[in-house]
């Protein structure tokens, strides 16, 4: 779009700062500077995420997305559990799609060279074989889920730890990867 086109904004220094390309670290750093009272702040954004990077993020988030209702609200998400344990075939669906994510844990972090990709391929490893488990072997994890579903606070507990491990996936992907 050009400039003093309909739609265009037009920007000069004094208003909003500078974009400077090729910093140092590589990324984009932005000189922002303050007409009133002379005031210089500069941010520097990120290198771009690596897939390992991507792949802790996406199943930190999922974790948190699984288990946070139940530290939150047991009693609401036994509902959607029972529904999701209530069939063979939605048990199964689960399984494969916990699979899907625990192959790509697996394949990120054995293409990263990254001292503490271990972490991500353990885990990726855990996820397959429970989701293996699933699709085998359905009844087992719903025998595992309806115990768990008796306790309020056992599903608390649970929820609250599994929740602080996701987070725990994310900062990985966002802080060390």
């Keep these: 779009m050009a400039p003093g086109a309909p739609g265009a904004i037009d920007l000069d220094d004094q208003q909003c700062g500078r974009l400077l390309v090729g910093s140092p670290s590589g990324g984009l750093s932005r000189l922002l500077h303050s007409p009133d009272d002379g005031a210089t702040m500069v941010l ?12 802790s993020v996406v199943a930190g988030i999922v974790v948190i997305a699984a288990r946070a209702p139940l530290a939150i609200a047991p009693v609401a998400s036994s509902t959607g559990i029972r529904w999701l344990i209530g069939s063979d075939a939605r048990i199964r669906v689960a399984g494969g799609f916990f699979g899907v994510i625990g192959v790509a844990m697996i394949l990120a972090a054995n293409a990263s060279d990254h001292d503490t990709a271990w972490v991500i391929r353990i885990g990726g490893w855990a996820w397959a074989v429970a989701a293996f488990m699933l699709v085998v072997a359905p009844s087992v994890y719903r025998g595992i889920a309806q115990r768990v579903l008796q306790d309020s606070l056992r599903m608390r507990a649970l929820g609250a730890i599994g929740a602080l491990f996701g987070a725990f996936v994310v900062y990985l992907g966002i802080g060390v990867y």
Excluded: D, M, R
């Design 44 to 55: 520097k954004g990120s290198e771009p995420l690596t897939q390992l990077a991507i792949v």
